[in-house]
């Protein structure tokens, strides 16, 4: 299987699916593509890249609509032309998930959790703090106390900024001193770590033939090269969203996290390239085509352009 065939078979499954969310899509457009090149675009050429995944102008649109009203983006007209771009609060998210997406695992841990006390939080605001808090992996180790081994403690700060609950809620750390084992059952146990892995399983049982068949050959288009990196993305984040990004010692045995992390680098490494040529040759900004990537976006996945 070439990996133009197999670039054609997992697009037609994607959208042939029941439960397609196109608004789900264009979020990963905007965050794997579009942010790191100016963050800004014109409609007709968001609307032209993503026709190739079979989604109608009309779906498009709405979903665009939707992701204002939520607060993800924010239009500009120049004469008759709309442009999108994130808003404050979109930009502030996606540098979060960013960290989380294309960070590398972490592979040493010092025993020490940060832990959340709501124990003085009234209940609709802990599920409030529940939420924003998942985004960055926390876990319920019990009704008030939520916990993570090894958080990002610059996106923690801006999650408690933005909750802004400065009464009631208690940051503390605290260490793993005896028994690892029954610390690796509550971990199982709070994040859910079997579906997480059985998603992981599935991502890379999903996009294994197209790392093999690239390996057979390099040679895919442009257009190819963006279907697969945003498909890939839009895939992996889905399960790496979900997963707390435990350390070792707290994972079960035969992790699927570690395979599904490597497939995911080495072929986003291997097409990164033809893909950013596409978004030149369709995505339009007001002042021409996109602008070059910043220096951070060469530094995903250990450094996008490394061999």
Not at 175 to 194: F, G, H, P, V, Y
């Amino acid at each position: 299987m070439t990996i133009e065939s197999a670039s054609r078979k997992l697009v037609a499954e994607f959208s042939s699916r029941r439960t397609l969310r196109t608004g789900s899509l264009i979020t990963t457009v905007f965050g794997d593509s579009i942010a790191p090149r100016g963050g800004t675009v014109w409609l007709g050429s968001l609307i032209t890249a993503m026709s190739e995944f079979g989604v109608s102008e009309r779906l498009v649109r709405t979903s665009v609509f939707r992701l204002v009203q939520d607060g993800w983006l924010q239009s500009t007209q120049v004469g008759r032309r709309s442009y999108y771009s994130l808003t404050d609060e979109g930009r502030e998210r996606f540098a979060q998930a960013t960290h989380r997406i294309y960070g590398e695992p972490s592979t040493s841990w010092d025993g020490q959790w940060t832990v959340i006390l709501l124990a003085d939080v009234d209940a609709e605001e802990k599920e409030t703090v529940r939420k924003e808090l998942g985004w960055l992996g926390f876990g319920a180790l019990s009704t008030s106390t939520l916990a993570h081994p090894a958080p990002d403690k610059a996106d923690l700060d801006v999650a408690l900024r933005r909750l802004d609950i400065t009464d009631g809620l208690v940051v503390m750390s605290a260490r793993t001193e005896i028994n690892a084992a029954a610390m690796r059952r509550l971990a199982q146990a709070s994040w859910a770590l079997d579906d997480i892995d059985e998603r992981y399983a599935s991502f890379v049982q999903r996009f294994r033939p197209l790392i093999a068949a690239y390996g057979k050959s390099a040679d895919v288009s442009n257009k190819t090269a963006f279907l697969v990196r945003t498909l890939l993305i839009q895939e992996y984040r889905k399960v790496l969203l979900r997963d707390p990004q435990l350390p070792a010692e707290l994972l079960p045995s035969g992790w699927h996290g570690t395979a599904a992390y490597q497939l995911c680098r080495n072929l986003y490494r291997a097409i990164c390239e033809q893909a950013d040529d596409y978004l030149t040759e369709v995505m339009e900004t007001a002042e021409g085509p996109l602008p070059p990537p910043a220096k951070a976006y060469f530094k995903r996945f250990g450094g996008i352009d490394n061999d």
